[in-house]
């Protein structure tokens, strides 16, 4: 299967606003709002689906586009076990991470799986966040 490559325009108020071009799951780490808003968890297939046929966030606009089963299969550990080194070619955004919980599946409605996601897990994705944030002041201050 050919991995599939996703061109976009990043919104004008973000650093660079020409078109790019990159690997899907490298598209979904340049999009911190997409990870933010699900608390860090992957939507299920039925809901990044949703997600990809809106062609826009707050960051980026793309054309709409689905995946297959196979495409989310292959896409699933792409995310959870990224490629770092290789990510650092396209984003700044490497930090991200990316969690299943096959626990919230059951929502069919995209919105209310949002909501069900925020409420299981803002708690626990504010601290990570906050953590990483001090390890990243903290690293930054030792090289200079």
Known sequence: ????????????????TETRE?????????????NAINCGVLP????????????STAEASWEPFEISVKEYEALVPQLLQPD????????QQTWQVFQLDPSLDQYTDYAQWQQKVREKHQQSWGLQMAMLQH???MSAHKKS
Do not use: C
């Open 1 to 16: 299967m050919t991995e599939r490559i996703v061109k976009y325009l990043p919104t004008p108020d973000r650093a660079q």
């Open 22 to 34: 990159a690997p899907l799951w490298v598209f979904l780490f340049d999009l911190p709002y997409f």
């Open 44 to 55: 299920p297939l039925q809901h990044l689906n949703t997600f990809l046929k809106s062609g």
């Open 84 to 91: 770092r080194v290789y990510l650092e070619r396209f984003t």
């Open 135 to 137: 390890e990243m002041v």
